[in-house]
């Protein structure tokens, strides 16, 4: 199957920082990329839907401010969590799709955790 | 919208045991429901797919079934190994290129 990667793996961060996670396909252009957060032992909860070159579309109660999603190229987008806090700990999973294809290929996530 | 709900949340299995995972899904017009597979701090891993058009698919030990009139299908793993523990979604894709809606999950435990 196509090869999504995210870096970093895991973060620690200070709270009031901002960070930065990288998805990027490697094997394949993604024309649509999904952002994902997870909690302990619970389902993938959906942030945003990214198109490349375009404005990312926000799902209900996920502040576009707090998480900004960039997805400049057919093969990278990105995630910044903007002035942190500790109930931003989480995982965080990208994942991936091309042109009108249904499936999904992801990430293998990103552990946040803000002090 | 779409809605899935997936049953059991937890399975524990004896090795060589078969294992069913079940979902159900609201949108009739859902046509790609695929299965995937979290290791412990790991992302999903797409392990198998099936889409409307199909009512069965096989891939070695694993199967996924589609009911479309009952609007039900299920992921059957048999033979089932202690590398098999993990938690298990299922997901229902709408039409129009949304994205992909997940079950709730199930933890599946292979026991030697």
Not at chain 1, 15 to 41: H, N
Not at chain 1, 94 to 101: E, L, M, N
């Amino acid at each position: 199957g196509a090869v999504v990667s995210q870096h970093p793996s895991r973060v620690i961060c200070k709270s009031g920082t901002s960070v930065k996670i990288e998805c990027r396909s490697l094997d394949f252009q993604a024309t649509t990329m999904f952002w994902y957060r997870q909690f302990p032992k619970k389902s993938l909860m959906l942030m945003a839907t990214s198109n490349e070159g375009s404005k990312a579309t926000y799902e209900q109660g996920v502040e576009k401010d707090k998480f900004l999603i960039n997805h400049a190229s057919l093969t990278l987008s990105t995630l910044t969590v903007t002035s942190a806090h500790p109930e931003d700990s989480s995982f965080y999973i990208c994942s991936a799709r091309w042109g009108s294809k249904e499936t999904q290929y992801f990430g293998p996530g990103t552990r946040l955790l803000v002090l | 919208g779409e809605n899935v709900e997936q049953h059991p949340s937890t399975l524990s299995v004896q090795e060589g045991d078969s294992a069913v995972i079940k979902c159900t899904y609201s949108d009739s017009a859902s046509n790609y429901f695929p299965w995937y597979k979290q290791e412990l701090g790991k992302g999903p891993q797409l392990i198998i797919d099936i889409r409307s058009n199909v009512g069965e698919k096989k891939d070695q030990r694993i199967a996924v079934t589609l009911n479309k009139t009952a609007k039900h299908f299920s992921l059957h793993i048999t033979e089932t190994q202690p590398e098999d523990s993990a938690v298990y979604f299922c997901a229902a894709s709408p039409p129009g290129g949304t994205a992909l809606i997940f079950g709730k999950g199930t933890t599946l435990s292979v026991s030697s």
